[in-house]
């Protein structure tokens, strides 16, 4: 089992910055590649960026390119994302995922265990 706690969501005002974490608890973190992905209310829940089990390669949905940044400590055990330039558009529920599987996948049903959630909210 792995156990996933985001946390780091909260309202921002557009174009202000936040930086989500998710720490990883159960097996060795350096095994499995991670993800974020994020729900809107209303909408199927969607990728937004996935990192290597290195952290050496990483992958970004189009709509966050160039704004968001995914990372890893492999020492702490945690996963981040560091959203700048925030839009309204991004609000949303944001999860990490964990994956055993192949690394950079950006379906989430290939993702193993997920994390509760963290709300972002960005006002206009």
């Known amino acids: 089992q792995v156990q996933l706690v985001e946390s780091g969501g909260g309202l921002v005002q557009a174009g202000g910055s936040l930086r989500l974490s998710c720490p990883a608890s159960g097996r060795t973190f350096s095994s499995y590649a991670m993800g974020w992905f994020r729900q809107a209310a209303g909408k199927e829940r969607e990728f937004v960026a996935a990192?290597?089990?290195?952290?050496?390669?990483?992958t970004y949905a189009d709509s966050v390119k160039g704004r968001f940044t995914i990372s890893r400590d492999n020492a702490k055990n945690t996963v981040y994302l560091q959203m700048n330039s925030l839009k309204p558009e991004d609000t949303a529920v944001y999860y990490c995922?964990?994956?055993?599987?192949?690394?950079?996948?950006?379906?989430?049903?290939?993702?193993?265990?997920w994390g509760q959630g963290t709300q972002v909210t960005v006002s206009s």
């Open positions: 995922a964990a994956s055993f599987g192949p690394s950079l996948i950006t379906t989430p049903r290939r993702y193993d265990y």
């Open positions: 990192i290597s089990r290195s952290g050496g390669r990483t």
